[in-house]
């Protein structure tokens, strides 16, 4: 610095340095928007989730197996799936088939044993936009077999 005031090398190194500074920022900010924009949508998905269980729960015999959502979440659909499946040591085994008649898996308890089920389980998918989100809404007991060693 000169005893007149500021040099202009001074000036263009102070911009360009406030200019790397904000490209910084800059870049921040953009992958922070894109990330909100992410989680936004997941939750959305997982929000509209609990409204499909919920209507599931109360309703299953009157439950549509697909659709789509009010204006607020015209984006969104849902669609339902079934699957078979055979597990052994379940912690299903001990509960009655009265207890597992439309039952979520959240309403199960453990229990130790040696059998292998056959279960039957209502899958959820809710997609929208760029997410989807894929949750088990019921599940019943097909058959129970004992356990053969083999």
């Known amino acids: 610095m000169n ?4 040099v202009l090398m001074e000036v263009m190194l102070s911009i360009v340095l406030f200019a790397i500074l904000g490209l910084v920022c800059l870049d921040n900010y953009i992958s922070n928007i894109a990330l909100l924009s992410k989680i936004k949508q997941e939750m959305n998905c997982f929000v509209l989730a609990q409204q499909e269980i919920f209507l599931y729960q109360t309703d299953p015999q009157n439950f549509t197996a697909e659709g789509s959502f009010d204006d607020t979440y015209s984006n969104y659909s849902y669609q339902t799936s079934t699957e078979d499946i055979t597990m052994s040591d379940s912690p299903l085994s001990n509960m009655s088939e009265s207890t597992l008649s439309d039952t979520t898996l959240s309403d199960t308890t ?10 039957h389980i209502v899958l959820l998918n809710i997609s929208g936009e760029n997410s989807s989100l894929t949750v088990p809404i019921g599940v019943k007991k097909l058959k129970v077999s004992p356990k053969t060693n083999e």
């Open 3 to 6: 005893k007149n005031g500021i």
């Open 110 to 119: 453990i229990s130790d044993t040696s059998m292998i089920e056959n279960l």
